[in-house]
C-alpha cells in the first residue's frame, strides 16, 4: 500500500486483506504501532479514491472497531472527514451505518476546534440531518438512528457555529418533532435532549429555543421518569432561565413557576449508577452560578459537577481545579445568601476535589 498509493487493484485487494487480518478480535492481537500503520494507509486508499464504493467500504470496515478508533494514535480529524466525505458520495444502508458510527465516536475525541470546522459545513450537518428524518419519517429507532444523533450531539459540543448551523439547517423543527413522535424513548430524548444543551449553553442562541411547543415539550420531560431525560430537560431550563423573567415569554408556563419545578424536580434525583454524560470542560455550567435570584438555576449546575466528579473523580477533579472551577466554588460558598442545598453539594464537589488532588488544592473555606 505504501508502495503503490495510487494503484487502484493493489489498494482494493489490500484494504479487503487489512480488513480480513484485524476483524473478529483479531486487532488485540496486533501491537498499536502496527495498528497505526494500517489505520494511516487506510486513509491515504480513502483520499486517493473517494468515488471508488468497494474500497471505500472495505476501509469503513477496517476502522469500524473500538481498538481502532479508541486504543491507536492517528489523525482523527482527518479521518471523520473522509468518513462524511464517504457518507456524501454514497447511499449504501451498510456504509451509511458505518460512516455514522464512527462519526459519533470520532467527534467525541477531536477538539472543540476541529469539530467546529467539521460542524460547520452546511453540507454535511445537512446529510445527517436527513438520516434523522427519514428515520422519524418511517418510524424507525435502529442503530443508525442512535449514531446519528450521537454524531451530531457530539459535533455541537461546545461548538457556537455548529449549534448555529444546526439551526439554520432546521434541527429544531426537526428534533421536536422527533421528540413528538418518539415519546418515552428515553434513548432518542435523552441524545436529542443533549444536543438542545449544547445550544442553551450559547447564551446569543437561546432566544431561538423560546419556542412555545419546544417548552411544553420540556415541560413534560423534566418529569420523565429517566433521570438522563429528566437532567437534560432540566439542564436546557436552567440555561434559558438565567437569562431572567424578562427573557421569558412563554404563555405554557411562568418564569416563576418554571424555576420553582426545575428545583423541586431536582431535589427528587438520585445520583445514578453510572455517568450520563462526558464534559470536555465544566466552563458553560459557571455563569450559572451568577444566577442568584433563582438558586434553582445554580442547583442544576452545581448537581451536574457533582454527579460527574463522584463516578469519575479521575477525570473531572484536575479538570475543576485547571479551569478555575473551585475557586468559583469557594467564592460562591462564602454568599451568606446562598441556598443550602447548593451550599451542600458544593462542599461536596470540593470535599472531593481535595480528596482526588490534595496537592494541587486548598479547600479550606
Same mark, same amino acid.
Given at each position: 500500500?505504501?508502495?503503490?498509493?495510487?494503484?487502484?487493484?493493489?489498494?482494493?485487494?489490500?484494504?479487503? @486483506? %487489512?480488513?480480513?487480518?484485524?476483524?473478529?478480535? %483479531?486487532?488485540?492481537?496486533?501491537?498499536?504501532?502496527?495498528?497505526?500503520?494500517?489505520?494511516?494507509?487506510?486513509?491515504?486508499?480513502?483520499?486517493?479514491?473517494?468515488?471508488?464504493?468497494?474500497?471505500?467500504?472495505?476501509?469503513?470496515?477496517?476502522?469500524?472497531?473500538?481498538?481502532? $478508533?479508541?486504543? =491507536?494514535?492517528?489523525?482523527?480529524?482527518? @479521518?471523520?472527514?473522509?468518513?462524511?466525505?464517504?457518507?456524501?458520495?454514497?447511499?449504501?444502508?451498510?456504509?451509511?451505518?458505518? +460512516?455514522?458510527?464512527?462519526?459519533?465516536?470520532?467527534?467525541?475525541?477531536?477538539?472543540? =476546534?476541529?469539530?467546529?470546522?467539521?460542524?460547520? #459545513?452546511?453540507?454535511?450537518?445537512?446529510?445527517?440531518?436527513? *438520516?434523522?428524518?427519514?428515520?422519524?419519517?418511517?418510524?424507525?429507532?435502529?442503530?443508525?438512528?442512535?449514531?446519528?444523533?450521537?454524531?451530531?450531539?457530539? %459535533?455541537? &459540543?461546545?461548538?457556537?457555529?455548529?449549534?448555529?448551523?444546526?439551526?439554520?439547517?432546521?434541527?429544531?423543527?426537526?428534533?421536536? &418533532?422527533?421528540?413528538?413522535?418518539?415519546?418515552?424513548?428515553?434513548?432518542?430524548?435523552?441524545?436529542?435532549?443533549?444536543?438542545?444543551?449544547?445550544?442553551?449553553?450559547?447564551?446569543?442562541?437561546?432566544?431561538? %429555543?423560546?419556542?412555545?411547543?419546544?417548552?411544553?415539550?420540556?415541560?413534560?420531560? $423534566?418529569?420523565?421518569?429517566?433521570?438522563?431525560?429528566?437532567?437534560?430537560?432540566?439542564?436546557?431550563?436552567?440555561?434559558?432561565?438565567?437569562?431572567?423573567?424578562?427573557?421569558?415569554?412563554?404563555?405554557?408556563? +411562568?418564569?416563576?413557576?418554571?424555576?420553582?419545578?426545575?428545583?423541586?424536580?431536582?431535589?427528587?434525583?438520585? =445520583?445514578?449508577?453510572?455517568?450520563?454524560?462526558?464534559?470536555?470542560?465544566?466552563?458553560?455550567?459557571?455563569?450559572?452560578?451568577?444566577?442568584?435570584?433563582?438558586?434553582?438555576?445554580?442547583?442544576?449546575?452545581?448537581?451536574?459537577?457533582?454527579?460527574?466528579?463522584?463516578?469519575? +473523580?479521575?477525570?473531572?477533579? #484536575?479538570? *475543576?481545579?485547571?479551569?478555575?472551577?473551585?475557586?468559583? $466554588? #469557594?467564592?460562591?460558598?462564602?454568599?451568606?445568601?446562598?441556598?443550602?442545598?447548593?451550599?451542600?453539594?458544593?462542599?461536596?464537589?470540593?470535599?472531593?476535589?481535595?480528596?482526588?488532588?490534595?496537592?494541587?488544592?486548598?479547600? +479550606?473555606?
Amino acid at each position: 500500500m505504501k508502495t503503490y498509493p495510487k494503484v487502484l487493484g493493489i489498494q482494493m485487494a489490500a484494504t479487503a @486483506c %487489512l480488513y480480513n487480518l484485524t476483524k473478529f478480535g %483479531l486487532s488485540s492481537m496486533i501491537h498499536t504501532s502496527m495498528l497505526k500503520q494500517i489505520v494511516d494507509y487506510t486513509l491515504v486508499a480513502m483520499e486517493n479514491f473517494p468515488k471508488q464504493q468497494q474500497l471505500q467500504k472495505n476501509t469503513l470496515l477496517t476502522l469500524c472497531s473500538d481498538r481502532m $478508533l479508541v486504543d =491507536v494514535s492517528f489523525d482523527r480529524y482527518h @479521518c471523520a472527514e473522509l468518513v462524511m466525505n464517504s457518507l456524501m458520495a454514497f447511499d449504501d444502508p451498510a456504509m451509511n451505518r458505518m +460512516s455514522v458510527a464512527i462519526c459519533s465516536i470520532l467527534a467525541a475525541r477531536i477538539s472543540t =476546534v476541529e469539530t467546529s470546522n467539521l460542524g460547520e #459545513k452546511s453540507a454535511y450537518m445537512i446529510r445527517l440531518l436527513d *438520516i434523522v428524518k427519514s428515520k422519524a419519517d418511517h418510524g424507525e429507532i435502529d442503530i443508525m438512528m442512535k449514531f446519528t444523533l450521537s454524531a451530531l450531539w457530539n %459535533l455541537t &459540543d461546545e461548538s457556537p457555529r455548529t449549534c448555529s448551523v444546526f439551526l439554520e439547517s432546521g434541527g429544531m423543527e426537526l428534533f421536536l &418533532d422527533v421528540l413528538r413522535k418518539f415519546p418515552g424513548e428515553s434513548a432518542v430524548e435523552t441524545k436529542v435532549l443533549g444536543l438542545m444543551n449544547n445550544i442553551a449553553e450559547v447564551n446569543y442562541l437561546r432566544e431561538q %429555543l423560546m419556542h412555545e411547543d419546544f417548552i411544553s415539550v420540556l415541560k413534560e420531560l $423534566l418529569h420523565s421518569e429517566h433521570i438522563d431525560v429528566s437532567y437534560f430537560a432540566a439542564g436546557i431550563i436552567a440555561h434559558l432561565a438565567s437569562e431572567g423573567e424578562n427573557f421569558w415569554n412563554c404563555n405554557c408556563i +411562568s418564569w416563576n413557576d418554571v424555576i420553582l419545578e426545575l428545583g423541586s424536580t431536582i431535589a427528587c434525583w438520585s =445520583v445514578p449508577e453510572t455517568e450520563m454524560v462526558a464534559y470536555r470542560s465544566f466552563n458553560p455550567f459557571y455563569p450559572l452560578f451568577s444566577c442568584s435570584n433563582a438558586y434553582q438555576v445554580q442547583l442544576w449546575a452545581a448537581w451536574a459537577i457533582y454527579h460527574v466528579c463522584l463516578k469519575n +473523580s479521575k477525570r473531572y477533579c #484536575k479538570m *475543576i481545579i485547571e479551569d478555575g472551577g473551585a475557586q468559583i $466554588l #469557594k467564592n460562591l460558598l462564602r454568599d451568606p445568601e446562598l441556598h443550602p442545598s447548593v451550599a451542600d453539594i458544593c462542599k461536596e464537589i470540593l470535599r472531593i476535589v481535595k480528596e482526588e488532588c490534595p496537592n494541587m488544592i486548598n479547600t +479550606s473555606l
